[in-house]
């Protein structure tokens, strides 16, 4: 049966420590077998601060190592972030002081390996590091999505897709929300980390997961045996029903008999979270679509000067289609897939999801009848 842990918890990292391990311990922990390698997955979306709540905070991937080690087992810190390379990110995060004189290996997600997913993708490449793993202990962050509403435990899984083909993902999956968060639930099953700790004690709110979004302080670690379950106790923390986070209702879609979790500890009640506005990618009569989508969605924009040309979004972008010319960039937006993968990559805050002149008035003329 899943099983949820709720507990205060700050940056003192004494006290963090106590509160890891008690999770760690309560979720089965102990299992962990001496001599094993435990991958230790965090969210390094990209090279960032602690303070920018952007990936998950080094003392808690410092609980988790001495967590690992004080059972005698090997951990090793993976992941294959989104953009710029895995050692600057781990040096800029903060995660390598605080690992420092540890015995830890660091190993980025480099090889994959094909997996079952299900219909309708059949088969999706994995990193074959995440798949012989012992243990994977999942770290995500709690923190807003502009596409997805939050990534949580599920979310941060999809890290396991090695490099350029998470931006190919999006780009099949295209602008069908639902079906991205379909992929994201198989992934998560495929991979099915042992622990997911989850960094709320500073997260993230407003237009995340990267530059855009603003740090929240909400005070909590919570620990699960099953991050979907985790997921939907953080959406009732943060005043939402489960069911409106897609990889919940997905995943309850696809294990409608899947218990419900036992919660250990005081759900607190996290008033006035900010949301992101999350648009919608389709509507209207399927031969229309493309034309609607170009006037009426919500759709990247750059704000000039705050873009330091760097590159980072027109080298991830799936659908290629953000082009430089000069000194400002350029977006297609009939080929746009809307993913706002660039708002997530660019290191800059340079990017946000804007509303189009006539999406805004259509929206006020439908607001009376939802
Ligand atoms: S918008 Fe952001 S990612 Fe794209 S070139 Fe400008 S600074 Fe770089
Ligand atoms: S321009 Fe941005 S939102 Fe559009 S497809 Fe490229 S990455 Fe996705």
């Not at 990209?46 to 690992?68: D, F, K, N, Q």
């Not at 995500?140 to 939050?150: G, R, V």
């Amino acid at each position: 049966m899943p099983q949820v842990i709720l507990r205060k918890a700050t940056y003192d990292y004494r006290t963090l420590k106590r509160v890891f391990f008690d999770i760690m311990d309560a979720l089965g922990g102990s299992r962990i077998e001496k001599n094993s390698r435990v991958v230790i997955k965090p969210n390094l979306l990209a090279p960032a601060p602690p303070g920018s709540a952007i990936v998950t905070h080094p003392l808690v991937v410092r609980a988790a190592v001495e967590y690992v080690l004080e059972r005698r087992a090997f951990p090793v810190i993976s992941d294959s972030p989104a953009m710029g390379s895995f050692e600057k990110i781990l040096k800029v995060s903060g995660i390598m002081d605080a690992l420092n004189g540890l015995d830890v290996g660091y190993r980025e997600f480099e090889r994959s390996l094909p997996v079952s997913a299900g219909a309708p993708f059949h088969t999706v490449e994995v990193a074959e590091d995440a798949l012989n793993a012992g243990v994977i202990i999942n770290l995500p962050k709690l923190k807003t999505h502009a596409q997805m509403l939050l990534t949580l435990g599920v979310k941060n899984i999809f890290g396991c897709v090695v490099g350029l083909r998470k931006p190919e993902w999006h780009f099949r999956t295209g602008i069908d929300r639902e079906m991205f968060a379909r992929l994201l639930v198989q992934i998560y099953k495929a991979v099915s980390p042992s622990f997911t700790v989850l960094d709320g004690i500073l997260a993230m709110e407003g237009q995340g997961p990267g530059k855009s979004g603003i740090p929240r302080e909400i005070g909590v670690l919570m620990g699960s045996n099953d991050a979907v379950a985790l997921d939907a106790a953080v959406c009732r923390m943060l005043g939402i029903e489960p069911e409106e986070l897609l990889t919940c209702r997905v995943a309850k879609e696809l294990a409608p008999d899947g218990g419900d979790a036992v919660i250990d500890g005081e759900v607190p009640a996290v008033g006035d979270f900010k949301f992101p506005v999350v648009g919608s990618l389709v509507f209207g009569p399927r031969p229309l679509q493309s034309m609607l989508r170009r006037h009426f969605v919500q759709r990247p924009e750059s704000d000039a000067a705050n873009c330091a040309l760097c590159g980072e979004c027109w080298k991830y972008c799936p659908a290629k289609a953000i082009r430089c010319k000069g000194r400002r960039i350029y977006f297609d937006y009939d080929k746009c897939i809307r993913c706002y993968c660039c708002i997530e990559v660019c290191p800059h805050g340079a990017l946000r999801a804007v509303d189009t002149l006539p999406g805004k008035l259509l929206r006020k003329v439908l607001r009376p009848f939802p």
